[in-house]
């Protein structure tokens, strides 16, 4: 069974390896030549060394003296292939890691740019660590192999030329020495099926814990108000020490086996110079030759711990291509069609049947209403009644499962790329500010005048408390907005969208920490305001209701009753129910603390 895995890894190893030489075939054709010029020079090293004792180090023994010219001629063939050589290693190290990096930079543009074209259900059930792994540690870890690939594949070169060399310089030492690459072969295929598993463990407890941490920084506020520092410390310390242990495994193989392939060509070339050294004496070779032998045969152990690395890498390369790939094939990318929304008056929004699901969990039911042109509309309705996820379908974050939303008669799914985010802006109850200025935060990259900034400003009602800031505009706001309190996020959160000047603008309930009277400034301006848009809220304030055109009440699912505020709550109980609720819970607790004062009197 370990050997029908560890084939299949090397199969797909072998397959990404060959996706890399066909992304980048010139780069990797030149690395190749650069590693080959290495290997040939290596070997050729071992002639000069040959031809310097036979010419130089022998005759100065025998008579005493050398001739300059030798002496220059040897140091030149020295210094000669050194110097070809080092520019051979040069070239193979630079363009390895430059084909590396480019199908590492590759990767995580695809990967990136496949997360922006999947639909926000994907993302739901995909955790944001998991996301961050696929894209920075399984991209590194998938072309791993590519820095030692060039340099492999050239060594092959000098495996073949300094066997060859050895033949050629004296058959019986080459034999000798050859008996040890079976042994080397055997040992290095078992080397590989124990470490295959284990790598693949430890890269996938490497992903888990990038996760882990993820999750811990972005609950940083939850996981300190609740006093749960320690048990998240725990979790964290848990899977970490997992992946310590299988690092360790990895390293105790690896530790295992590396020294035995490391003495193995040793030993081969202890009997090289034993055999050597008694065919020396026989006369059967001269000196030159036994150096020159014995200097190829420790040559033959690079070439194979060359392949050995490329081997060891491939187990990763393998977990990390996969990991990068479910990304890249998964489906259910976002179609776009080709129409086009003209115009900068008011849309008209029409909702026609609409359906959806998470799963086997149904959350809209035949949704159907109409909002004219210019009109506000307030969402309402329970907890879990799907007013989230409606108004996601209105800026086209997720499609219906079945039914429509029509701008302009035109359905969402027929409106060319771009189209609907140039007409409809979505502002959600949890307002995301970016660790930048209040400007950068409010155009986004945008070329936008601060005339239309500050005027952005003013309709969200923050432009006081901005241009009280340390440097207004220029202010930074911290990671998330920290330096700001929740209601001014959403300020800034607000003057972002329509600033656009959207055709359609959809709050989901992103007023909620502002208080109410500037919540009815903000609804007054947007409705008054000069470039107007038909404006849909998800509301719960009595207050914020009472200032839409009609209320659409939803329960399960489902459009329950419409119309004006009053309306409702004259003839729906569920309505008058839930919109009343708050002030009764006031006027209650009111009255508790009235009593309070009388009878502390």
């Known amino acids: 069974m370990a050997s029908k895995v560890t084939s299949a890894v090397m199969r797909q190893g072998l397959h990404v390896l060959a996706v890399a030489i066909r992304a980048e075939p010139l780069i990797f054709t030149l690395a190749v030549a650069a590693s080959t010029v ?36 040897a140091v030149a063939l020295i210094i000669g292939v050194a110097v070809v050589k080092a520019a051979g290693v040069g070239g193979r190290r630079f363009l390895a890691g430059l084909m590396q990096y480019r199908m590492q930079a590759r990767s995580r543009r695809g990967v990136t740019r496949q997360y922006l074209k999947l639909p926000l259900a994907w993302h739901h059930r995909h955790p944001t660590g998991q996301l961050l792994s696929n894209a920075g540690a ?29 033949v050629v310089t004296d058959l019986v030492l080459a034999l000798i020495g050859f008996l040890i690459f079976p042994a080397i072969a055997v040992i290095n295929m078992i080397y590989q099926r124990r470490l295959s598993p284990l790598v693949t463990r430890a890269q996938q407890l490497r992903a888990e814990v990038s996760e882990i941490a993820h999750e811990s920084f972005d609950g940083a506020l939850v996981i300190k108000t609740l ?32 020294p035995v392939l490391e003495a193995l060509p040793t030993l081969g070339v202890l009997a090289v ?17 036994l150096v020159q032998v014995a200097y190829l045969f420790t040559l033959l152990a690079f070439p194979i711990r060359a392949l050995g690395w490329v081997l060891g890498e491939i187990p990763r390369s393998v977990v990390g291509w996969r990991r990068v790939r479910a990304v890249l094939d998964a489906s259910g990318a976002m179609e776009f069609g080709t129409a086009s929304l003209t115009g900068t008056a008011p849309a008209r929004l029409e909702i026609d049947g609409l359906g959806y699901a998470y799963d086997d969990a149904t959350v809209l039911h035949d949704v159907t209403f109409e909002v004219p042109a210019g009109r506000t509309v307030a969402l309402v309705g329970p907890t879990g009644s799907g007013k989230s996820t409606l108004v996601q379908t209105l800026a086209r974050l997720v499609d219906p499962a079945t039914g429509a939303v029509r ?14 985010s140039r007409a409809v802006a979505l502002v959600p109850q949890q307002a995301f500010l970016f660790d930048d200025s209040v400007r950068g935060n409010i155009t986004l990259g945008l070329p936008v005048p601060d005339e239309d900034v500050w005027a952005a400003l003013r309709l969200a009602q923050a432009d006081g408390f901005v241009s009280a800031l340390p440097a207004a505009l220029d202010t930074m706001v911290g990671e998330r907005g920290a330096t700001l309190s929740g209601g001014q996020r959403q300020r800034i959160a607000l ?47 009595m207050a914020t209701i009472a200032l839409a055109d009609e209320v659409v009440y939803l329960e399960h699912g489902r459009v329950v009753d419409r119309g004006g505020h009053q309306e409702l709550i004259t003839r729906c109980a569920g309505y008058r129910n839930l919109v009343t609720a708050y002030e009764r819970e006031e006027a209650e607790r009111a009255a508790v603390e009235t009593d309070s004062e009388g009878v502390s009197a």
């Open 227 to 258: 006093g749960r520092e320690d048990l998240e410390a725990e979790r964290f310390r848990a899977r970490a020490h997992e992946l310590r242990d299988a690092n360790v495994a990895v390293g105790r193989v690896r530790g295992l086996f590396d």
């Open 38 to 73: 290495y290997g040939v020079m290596t070997v050729a090293s071992a002639w000069a060394l040959g031809w310097a004792t036979d010419n130089v180090v022998l005759p100065a023994f025998r008579a005493g003296e050398i001739t300059r010219g030798a002496i220059l001629t």
């Open 273 to 289: 110079l034993l055999i050597g050294a008694h065919r020396l004496a026989a006369g059967a070779i001269n000196s030159g030759t």
């Open 138 to 166: 399984d991209a590194e870890a998938a072309w791993a192999p590519l820095a030692p690939l060039p340099m492999a594949v050239g060594v092959i070169v000098m495996l073949v030329t300094a066997a060859v060399g050895m």
């Open 495 to 541: 003057a972002r969208a329509v600033v656009r000047r959207p055709r359609l603008l959809v709050l989901d309930d992103a007023t909620s920490s502002v208080d109410p009277q500037v919540e009815a400034r903000i609804l007054y301006g947007l409705r008054d305001a000069a470039e107007a848009a038909t404006v849909v809220v998800v509301a719960y304030r």
């Open 407 to 420: 701008i302009d008669g035109t359905d969402l799914r027929e409106i060319e790329r771009g189209g609907i």
